[in-house]
């Protein structure tokens, strides 16, 4: 199993572009989460989705969409990047939700200018 | 408001010198208390749950338990090789589907 896995692995933006940070799972985990990580605020729950065709907001999710079409797959889209936005975003899986362990991809570094 | 306070935010260890990382959490009905392990650049990798009070959970030269308050992540003799960002993460208290994470304990370990 590859696990979860995160494209791109680095990015650079220009303030205003859009762009979709790819992350996909091939343990057949149900529950799927975006979260944002930056110096001193630990990590930070953006989108999250309990199974294909169900999302729901995290505690930062302005500026950021996802969609889950598939049990696979959970792309995030930025709309109109902003320098806030820079920061290391983690994609992560587990079974059956929050209770369960989570599993995570390498992160997506991403600078907006 | 779910609450993880983890300390201390960085710690230096000689090799082979024992101490321990605290978290300390505010969350009403327990349902888990994770441990994870995070390696510059990397994502955070999984090392331990805990679900009770007096629980304990060994892997190698690590060992987490946890009370009604607080856990701790006990390092014996550690070596370079253990050196890395140590959270600790409570899911959320209510019914939203949401893990609050503790900022980290960054690890340095000393040859």
């Known amino acids: 199993n590859a696990g979860v896995t995160q494209t791109p692995k680095f990015q650079v933006l220009k303030t205003g572009q859009s762009m979709t940070l790819q992350c996909a799972q091939d343990?057949?985990?149900?529950?799927m989460s975006w979260y944002r990580q930056d110096p001193g605020m630990g990590l930070r729950l953006i989108h999250y989705?309990?199974?294909?065709?169900?999302?729901d907001q995290g505690e930062v999710p302005n500026g950021y969409n996802v969609s889950r079409s598939t049990t696979e797959d959970f792309p995030l889209r930025l709309l109109s990047a902003a320098p806030s936005q820079t920061s290391v975003y983690f994609c992560a899986s587990s079974k059956q939700g929050i209770t369960d362990t989570q599993y995570f991809g390498p992160g997506t570094r991403l600078t907006v200018l | 408001e779910d609450q993880v306070t983890q300390s201390p935010e960085a710690l230096r260890l000689q090799e082979g010198e024992s101490s321990s990382l605290n978290c300390s959490y505010t969350?009403?009905?327990?349902?888990?208390l994770f441990w994870y392990r995070q390696d510059p650049g990397k994502g955070p990798e999984f090392l331990f749950t805990?679900?009770?009070a007096g629980e304990e959970k060994e892997k190698e030269r690590l060992k987490a338990t946890l009370t009604k308050k607080e856990s701790f992540l006990h390092i014996t003799a550690p070596k370079p090789e253990d050196s890395a960002t140590y959270l600790c993460?409570?899911?959320?208290?209510?019914?939203?589907?949401?893990?609050?994470f503790g900022t980290g304990t960054k690890l340095q370990v000393i040859p």
């Open positions: 969350v009403s009905g327990l349902r888990g």
């Open positions: 343990m057949n985990h149900e529950y």
């Open positions: 993460a409570v899911p959320n208290s209510g019914g939203y589907q949401k893990v609050t």
């Open positions: 805990l679900y009770s």
């Open positions: 989705s309990v199974g294909a065709g169900i999302t």
